[in-house]
Every structure is written in structure tokens, then in C-alpha cells.
């Protein structure tokens, strides 16, 4: 019943910027946590940026100073911000989100994406 889709990647030259979108629908209260992973072929996956229902911002040391993440509560959407783009940042891109559903029960569901290719050229 509830669905994050991804959306915004793509081919890009090093040192280009994405912005990444990931909208949650569906039955649902809000969007609690939330985050952004990817895959590089033959790579796990790896965490990326994330954020609370508060606003605490983390972010992997390789996106440090690059990456943005943000959202729009009212929308249930997150949004990832990606400057300065390198090679390495080439992967699918997944957004994570723990979904409260009831109104009643304060509990969380946990979600994925489909994922979103983002493409760095050099």
C-alpha cells in the first residue's frame, strides 16, 4: 500500500550535479527516518546520507561536502542533493524510508525503493 518511488538520475560529467527525489504514497501517516544507499556493480550497499523526523543530518565520509539531503514533510518526499559528482559516485541509487502507517500505533514500517542509475563520466 505505501510505494517510494526514485526519481532524478542519469548520465552526468565529473563534477555535474543530480538532485535525486524519492516520494513516498500510499496509505501513510508520514515519513519518520529516512535515506539514500547505493550499489556499485559488484559492490555492496552502502549507506549514503540520512535524516530524522528532527532534521539530524549524517552522511558517508565520501559524500561529505558534496551530497545534500533534505525533505518536504508535507509532500512525503526526501531529496538528495549531489554536487561535484566524481566516477566513484556511479552507482543505483535506493531510497530508504520507515513509514508510519496508523494513527493509532506509534510504529514504523520500513521501505525501499526501486533505485535510480546515476552515471558519472569522466
Known amino acids: 500500500q505505501v510505494q517510494l518511488v526514485e526519481s532524478g538520475g542519469g548520465l552526468v560529467q565529473a563534477g555535474g550535479s543530480l538532485r535525486l527525489s524519492c516520494a513516498a504514497s500510499g496509505l501513510l501517516v508520514g515519513i519518520n527516518a529516512a535515506a539514500w544507499y547505493r550499489q556499485a556493480p559488484g559492490k555492496q550497499r552502502e549507506l549514503v546520507a540520512g535524516i530524522t523526523v528532527s532534521g539530524t543530518l549524517n552522511y558517508a565520509d565520501a559524500v561529505k561536502g558534496r551530497f545534500t539531503i533534505s525533505r518536504d514533510n508535507a509532500k512525503n518526499t526526501v531529496f538528495l542533493q549531489m554536487n561535484s559528482l566524481k566516477s566513484e559516485d556511479t552507482a543505483v541509487y535506493y531510497c530508504?524510508?520507515?513509514?508510519?502507517?496508523?494513527?493509532?500505533?506509534?510504529?514504523?514500517?520500513?521501505?525501499w525503493g526501486q533505485g535510480t542509475q546515476v552515471t558519472v563520466s569522466s
Open positions: 530508504n524510508a520507515a513509514v508510519r502507517k496508523s494513527w493509532f500505533r506509534q510504529d514504523y514500517d520500513s521501505y
